[in-house]
């Protein structure tokens, strides 16, 4: 599986936009990028995935360079919930089993 | 909906002894997984199942084994407890099967200690 690198950490001013780079850049053709992200002690939580088509939910925005070597995942107005630890991860849809999280970027929303 | 649930919550053990965490999810996934979480390493695999019946090593198995006798229940077993399986244990589900988004879905975490 393709590994990610993202920043250990990021600041954000709350209620703007908080935009979480990744880079990929030995995805493969069937890898899809997907996010996640973790607050305090919880489960990691399931947030967004594509493949190389920008997507959209009620979560966030995931932006994927037409390379797809690199992705963003946009979250448009942060708020104080917000602030975790949000993963890049790179995986077919389904099948594999090594799911690498690495230790992803922490966000702070600041007030 | 329950989703995933793990047990017990948090436990502290004795080096040497044996401890069986347990991850029951009510989705009928197919696949389930068990991570460990340490500080500064992330999450890392342990174990996997893709289905009732079958299992797999991940990225750490040693000191550690699973079984998977039915699709709702993947139980985590350290033989022998050692200090440096002191972690938060998290076990996760997904659908592996048709119309898989390969979305995984998380319990709450197990945190063990070890002395």
New interface residues.
Partial sequence: DAKTTQPPSMDCAEGRAANLPCNHSTISGNE?V?W?RQIH??????II?GLKNNETNEMASLIITEDRKSSTLILPHATLRDTAVY?CIV?????????F????TRLTVIP | IAG?TQAPTSQILAAGRRMTLRCTQDMRHN?M?W?RQDL??????IH?S?TAGTT?K??VPDGYSVSRANTDDFPLTLASAVPSQTS?Y?C?S????GA??????????S?LTVL
Avoid: C, K, M
């Fill in positions: 899809y997907y996640y002690s919880q489960g990691p939580q399931y995935h993963y995986r077919v849809a389904a099948g594999a089993n090594n799911l999280f690495g230790t992803g | 995933i696949a997984y991570y500064g390493l992330g999450l890392r695999l996997y893709n797999g991940g990225e938060v998290f996760a997904s659908v592996l099967a898989d988004t390969g979305e995984l879905f998380f319990g709450e975490g945190r």
